[in-house]
């Protein structure tokens, strides 16, 4: 996925001069993980700039530049440390279209790395999703692999609204994805049905697509079970009318995500399925996810994080009720 | 910079306690002082037009904030921040920018606001009313203006003023980017990571601080240890200067110096304007709980509207009987805004679903489904 991500800077700072790259080390170092990496030699230390160490002074920055009219790509290396820009992106980045009655408009990114799995310092494993897709004027987007962070990279950097993108760690190296040469976008704000089944949804997004895949292939090949499963690729807007849709035909669903539970992108989607799809369920639904508590060190990182098991358990218990 | 050379050294061959030589120091400028003092030698070439210009735009400003007081008393307008006290600083600065630069307000610009909107003095007085009114509306401004919207929270508008300036920088369009923050400001993080960044990269930013002496109940000595706020530049390698910002001379003078380094590709600034806020915090303020009336006495004779037409007496450009044409013209400027604002809110009071416009470049589904559901609700009210 990094070089998928690289790819995607590449190409759209090739093609449009008005795309800038700031953050500490995002410059001569590359990027903490690589996702900025050779992109300073190529286009310049004008326009891939090493930051001093402020990420509230990185974001704001960010919105000056985009509200001038540039599309500045931002990068706090870590989402936990993300914090120190909130005040910028509540505050103006989420704002400034409506405050100015549409007389400037953000088109920034913050690419920033989230999730759990690589056996990290504390504050490194956080999904915090929820704070950003909680703030109106924010877009949420979270992609599961290389093929789909290139396309909605792109995506978020050509967006007229300011865009929160989330790089899940764990999968930065996990998988390898043929990505084509030739563009690829996908639309913000969609989400995609990766697996088609007519016995259960399973809804997720991010790193924990993959235990959710696998969780699917076990149902059909130990249950005889068809799961359809659903990446949701953009957690703000929400794509509600796809998994409904999914929902309405299957009757029974099973959200997962690795956020502690209460508040999350997996309430909003159990919360819009009760509105939308209600006559048509057959079970409770069942939220998969982290609990209510930090993310341990990672001694117990691996008991924390939702998997394929607990994915899988879910899913019998719904379709047992 | 000398002080990592020295660092450098310390570690070699000198070990010792030494004094590293920082070779800073910080200028006062006033030119046109309360009792009528005049240094020549500084005065700056100004000419008489622009010199009558800022005058009328502190005057508005002045009777502007006195009428807005007024109707927010009267419950025809909400709360705002006063700007008595602080035009010279305001109008000094702005006038010194070109219409193609930028300026950035906090929430007590009125008499920027009212400069940068000279052309047309009576519709950006209806928009302020309407903003303080609580109408959005008033917040719109045409892009090529280059004003950006009222900014609420301390310090945070600081640096999308580095940003613009680094926007201006990397087009290389000549822009310079001037921002307004007061001495409360500058305790907030975002100010000292703007000035930061703004040294780093070398932005033609100008930071423009007026300290009024009160953070609301919060004295300027309790704010910060620091002698001056314009030293706190020096910590960034950027050239401050500390001005009598009731002395619109002085303030013209340093901003030109400012702008002039700016536009050379010279890097930000940052100007203290030393002023006083006489009136009140907001209209919810009560400044009798925390500061003296001889205090605010004291600084009254000290007021930079008093000050310049002092100056302007002195060189013959406006005698009481010029003045008092002005307060008429004037008077009727607001009185026409001020019947433009109460049309204007009665058309707009029942637009309430223009608050699903500009969250989005386009609207999401959810989000219109959410408009539909208020329209409807909306609609049962008016009909009930």
Redesign the interface.
């Known amino acids: 996925m990094v070089e998928a991500l690289n790819m995607a800077l590449h190409q759209e700072m090739d093609s449009d001069n008005d795309v800038?790259v700031l953050g500490a080390d995002v410059g001569v170092d590359g990027g903490v993980f690589r996702v900025t990496e050779g992109l300073i030699e190529k286009f310049g230390e004008?326009r891939v700039?090493d930051?001093?160490l402020?990420e509230?002074?990185i974001v704001?920055?960010?919105?000056?530049?985009?509200?001038?009219?540039?599309k500045?790509i931002c990068e706090t290396q870590f989402s936990g440390f993300s914090y120190y820009a909130f005040?910028?992106l509540e505050?103006?980045a989420a704002r400034?279209?409506?405050?100015?009655?549409?007389?400037?408009?953000v088109p920034m990114v913050l690419r920033t790395p989230y999730a759990a799995g690589i056996r990290a310092l504390e504050h490194h494993s956080e999904s915090r999703e929820t704070y950003w897709a909680h703030t109106?004027?924010l877009?949420m987007v979270i992609p599961s692999g290389p093929r789909n962070a290139r396309a909605l990279l792109l995506s978020a950097i050509r967006?007229?609204?300011p865009v929160v993108f989330y790089e899940a760690k764990s999968i930065y190296r996990a998988f390898s994805e043929d990505v084509p040469d030739e563009e690829e976008t996908m639309p913000l704000?969609k989400a995609q049905v990766q697996r088609e089944g007519a016995d259960l949804t399973l809804i997720s997004y991010g790193a924990m697509m993959r235990p959710t895949l696998e969780a699917a292939e076990i149902l059909a090949e130990d249950d005889g079970i068809q799961a359809e499963v659903i990446d949701l690729l953009s957690i703000s807007?929400?794509d509600?009318?796809t998994v409904a849709a999914s929902v309405s035909k299957t009757g029974r669903a099973v959200v997962v995500n690795e956020a502690p539970r209460s508040f999350s992108a997996a309430s909003e989607v159990v919360a819009r399925l009760v509105e939308k799809a209600f006559w048509y369920l057959e079970a409770p639904i069942r939220r998969v996810s982290a609990p209510d508590v930090m993310v341990p060190l990672f001694a117990y990182e691996q008991a924390y994080l939702p998997d394929t098991k607990r994915v899988l358990r879910a899913a019998r218990e719904t379709l047992e009720a | 910079m000398p002080v990592a050379t020295h660092l450098h050294n310390l570690q070699g061959e000198d070990m010792a306690r030494k004094t590293i030589d920082l070779p800073y120091q910080i200028e006062y400028l006033s030119i046109f002082d309360e009792e009528g003092n005049l240094d020549e030698d500084l005065e700056p070439d100004i000419s008489d037009d622009l010199l009558l210009d800022m005058h009328r735009c502190m005057l508005l400003s002045r009777r502007f904030d006195e009428r807005m007081l007024n109707m927010q008393r009267q419950g025809r307008i909400g709360t705002f921040a006063l700007v008595q006290g602080q035009e010279a600083s305001q109008v000094g600065s702005v006038a010194v920018l070109q219409a193609e630069d930028w300026m950035v307000p906090s929430y007590r610009e009125t008499a920027a606001i009212a400069w940068r909107g000279r052309q047309q003095p009576v519709e950006t007085m209806v928009k302020l009313l309407l903003y303080n009114a609580g109408f959005y509306q008033g917040s719109a401004s045409e892009r090529e203006e280059h004003n950006f919207p009222t900014s609420v929270p301390v310090s945070s508008q600081i640096l999308h003023a580095v940003g613009l300036a680094y926007g201006s920088k990397y087009r290389e369009a000549g822009e310079v980017v001037m921002v307004y923050f007061g001495d409360g400001a500058t305790s907030e993080g975002d100010f000292h990571e703007a000035m930061n960044f703004g040294s780093v990269f070398q932005t033609p930013t100008i930071f423009v601080c007026q300290n009024n002496q009160w953070a609301i109940s919060i004295p300027r000595e309790e704010q910060t240890e620091s002698k001056t706020l314009a030293q706190k530049a020096l910590g960034y390698g950027m050239p401050g200067i500390q001005v009598d910002g009731n002395d619109l001379l002085a303030v013209y003078a340093a901003t030109q110096e400012a702008i002039a380094r700016a536009r050379k590709g010279d890097g930000p600034t940052m100007i203290e304007c030393v002023t006083y806020r006489l009136s009140l915090h907001t209209t919810a303020d009560d400044p009798t709980r925390y500061r003296e009336d001889e205090e605010v006495e004291r600084w009254a004779e000290r007021e930079p509207l008093t000050r310049i037409q002092n100056y302007l007496k002195q060189k013959e450009l406006l005698d009481d009987k010029a003045i008092e044409k002005l307060e008429d013209e004037i008077k009727a400027q607001i009185k026409d805004a001020v019947e433009e604002f109460e049309n204007r809110s009665e058309e707009l009071k029942d637009q309430a679903l223009t608050m699903f416009e500009h969250i989005y470049a386009e609207i999401p589904a959810y989000l219109q489904e959410q408009r539909d559901e208020l329209a409807i609700e909306l609609e049962g009210a008016s009909s009930e």
């Not at chain 1, 960010?62 to 509200?67: C, E, F, P, S």
């Open positions: 800038l004008q700039i930051t001093p402020a509230g002074a704001g920055t960010a919105i000056g530049m985009a509200a001038y009219g540039l500045p005040q910028q505050s103006h400034l279209r409506w405050r100015s009655r549409g007389t400037y408009h109106p004027g877009k967006d007229p609204d704000g807007p929400l509600h009318e």
